[in-house]
């Protein structure tokens, strides 16, 4: 857990530079070697790490918008990863998906770009296990801006009518974009939607990951024996802006402080010590992660840009079919 | 609602705006005009809107008339119906064009058809305004332009501002239109830091309010030998595509403004005097814009027509990777090309 929560902060920490290269001075949001938006995920990584600790490779996850964290966490290759999101050919998605759009059938990994939009096919990875016999479960990520989704609502209902191995987790940083929590909705945590569906509902304050990795294990466990859908939903904290060129004007000074203060890396590495594991072996682990970072990104940079030709390919299975649209 | 001013023309102003500023001025106006236009959306209040589209507006109106919401499009979106058919004349905003599919029921059977169902006894004076367009390597999910779709739906108006003058214009329209009108707009146009316009859409725009008729197709360059008939981002690749062949082309731009109502006798009228036709869009090529145009041409001008091209994104998602979105979006050379070969 701990090598997974720091791999995934070097990740957004070295993905934020590479992403300002070639946008500077004036920032420009197509240039540069990571085109495109890019919505960073440090201050989330308990979440994923807490969760996808009791998943297996065939277990379903899916992830939105701001999904690096937990495909690190689920197995995603960290290296193909990069290069999609440098939008290069060897890339998870051949360079069509980009940051937002990530899928690695390998370790049944998927994302969304629409918020709360993965929920619904989450059920439906629960519902094909369900039918033919299998224990594997799925797992559905989401912001807390997302619950207030039909998606989200409809999902919650179907999985909890159907009895299906689901389990929705609820990233709860405070913020839908510049929209705090209690603008939008009068529910006082996301966990008490559960309610309404006859569905355990679990609220994680204080992102601390043993805290989630042990409600995870509940959750999944009951998902994994056929007891049906919990909602997990967990305190985190932005610590970078909505997207990259986000100014966060709309954020007060004290709540950007307190993101930045509350550190669910550090209260790890705190619990770890206590728990006798030396300071040279959590710096080994965060070296090694270093490491592998740099691999991926080094790797990334290497790789070519797709052939323009490539957009015509991949419309449908066939590929005749996608030749008979378009400009002749 | 009150009655259109005459257009002054874009002549009569002297400060120049960028195309957000001016989308905001019509609506600042409107708002001040009537207690019953508000507008709805998200990250619209203290962020001012992703695009700029609200920039400002808290100031003055307030969080009563310039509201943020949840993101809960199917609800907001059907509010702004109900709270129309009560009367009021809200604006609704989906952030992006692509983003429709969560609230498609609300706009395309309820926005959009409940004049008709009713029989007329009720209306639906709405407008939803929504961002529009790729050139900036968001992918499939963030960059359509779905122009198409919107007018493909019977009951909703449609309009594509490419400048300043007729965003302002277009939106002082829209609001006082007893029908739901569905403004979409060019990310690219607005004039936001981080998204570097092109040399045109920021233009003078005078203070006072004036419209600019839905229905009415604007020529912005005048030509003899190719009409390129197109509309938003495109206008200004068109613009450009038609500098770069002057002296062997003379082309004819049209920027169709509105796609409902649709001008045809403006674009038929041009083709007379052409023979030629090329349709530019960012839509996607098959059964949009550039489908509608050239067989409207084609059933009313069959004998004046010699030969017909179409330019739009050829039936695949955007992609994501610079050369490839580069491949599928139609830029200035595409068009240039496309000219030449009706030559």
């Given amino acids: 857990m701990y090598e997974n929560v720091v791999t995934a902060r070097h990740y957004e920490e070295r993905l934020q530079e590479v992403y300002l290269e070639g946008k500077q001075p004036a920032f420009d949001i197509s240039a540069g070697t990571i085109p495109g938006e890019l919505h960073l995920a440090a201050g989330h990584e308990a979440a994923a790490a807490g969760v996808c600790a009791h998943l297996r490779e065939e277990d379903t996850v899916t992830a939105p918008h701001r999904p690096h964290h937990v495909a690190i966490a689920k197995g995603v290759d960290l290296r193909r990863m990069t290069a999609e999101i440098l939008g290069r050919e060897t890339g998870l998605c051949r360079g069509k998906g980009g940051h937002m759009h990530l899928f690695d059938p390998d370790v049944n990994f998927a994302c969304s770009g629409i918020i709360a939009q993965g929920c619904p096919p989450a059920v439906g990875a629960a519902m094909a296990a369900d039918k033919r016999n299998e224990d594997s479960v799925a797992v559905a990520y989401l912001g807390e801006g997302a619950v207030d989704q039909g998606a989200f609502l409809e999902s919650l209902n179907l999985a909890a009518v159907q009895n299906l191995p689901v389990v929705f987790v609820v990233e709860d940083n405070d913020w839908a974009i510049s929209m705090p929590q209690e603008r939008v909705t009068d529910v006082h945590t996301p966990a008490e939607r559960a309610d309404g569906f006859d569905m355990p509902g679990v609220r994680v304050d204080h992102d601390d990951a043993v805290a989630v990795y042990e409600a995870a294990r509940d959750a999944v466990g009951r998902a994994r024996n056929g007891n049906g859908p919990t909602l997990l939903d967990v305190q985190v904290h932005r610590r970078m802006g909505h997207f990259m060129g986000d100014a966060e004007s709309y954020r007060p000074d004290e709540d950007s402080e307190r993101a930045q203060r509350l550190d669910a890396i550090e209260r790890l590495a705190e619990d770890l010590r206590e728990h006798g594991v030396e300071d040279a072996e959590l710096n080994e682990i965060r070296e090694d992660a270093e490491e592998r970072v740099e691999d991926a990104i080094e790797w990334a940079r290497d790789q070519p840009e797709p052939d323009p030709e490539d957009a015509y390919e991949d419309v449908f299975v066939d590929e005749t079919a996608a030749a008979s649209g378009g400009d002749d | ?343």
Avoid at chain 2, 269 to 278: E, F, H, M, Q
Wanted: net charge negative; aromatic share 6%; charged share 25%.
């Fill in chain 2, 1 to 343: 609602m009150s009655k259109p001013a005459s257009d002054p023309g874009e002549g009569s102003a002297d400060r120049e705006l960028t195309m957000s500023r001016a989308m905001v001025d019509a609506i600042a106006s409107e708002m001040r005009e009537s207690e019953d236009v508000f507008y709805m959306g998200e990250d619209v209040q203290d962020y001012g809107g992703i695009f700029d589209s609200t920039e400002g507006l808290l100031d003055e109106f307030g969080r009563d008339r310039i509201m943020d919401v949840p993101i809960s499009e199917t609800a907001y979106v059907g509010a702004a119906v109900g709270a129309a058919q009560s009367g009021m004349r809200p604006i609704a905003e989906i952030m992006f064009a692509d983003f429709v599919g969560v609230c498609l029921d609300q706009v395309y059977n309820q926005m959009a058809k409940n004049t008709y169902m009713s029989g007329g006894s009720v209306n639906v004076p709405m407008v939803l305004t929504t961002a529009v367009g790729g050139t900036y390597n968001d992918a499939a999910q963030h960059s359509q332009t779905l122009y198409g779709l919107f007018a493909h739906l019977p009951g909703m108006k449609v309009v594509v501002p490419s400048t300043a003058y007729d965003a302002k214009g277009l939106m002082h329209a829209a609001v006082r239109d007893d029908d739901p009108v569905v403004y979409m707009f060019h990310k690219r146009l607005m004039g936001i830091g981080w998204m570097p316009a092109p040399e045109g859409p920021k233009t003078p725009v005078p203070d006072e309010d004036y419209t600019i008729p839905l229905g009415e197709a604007n020529v912005k360059r005048e030509g003899d030998d190719v009409t390129v008939v197109t509309l938003g981002l495109h206008v200004h690749r068109a613009l450009e595509a038609a500098d770069e062949l002057e002296g062997d082309v003379d082309v004819e731009v049209i920027d169709l403004r509105t796609l409902v109502p649709f001008d045809t006798e403006t674009v038929v009228d041009s083709v007379r005097k052409t023979g030629n036709l090329v349709v530019v869009d960012e839509d996607y090529e098959s059964f949009g814009v550039t489908s509608e145009v050239t067989a409207r041409v084609a059933e009313r001008a069959p004998e004046a027509l010699e030969a017909v091209e179409r330019v739009a994104v050829p039936d695949v998602p955007i992609p994501y990777s610079r050369p490839l979105e580069n491949e599928v979006n139609p830029d200035s050379d595409d068009i240039v090309e496309a000219v030449e070969s009706l030559k």
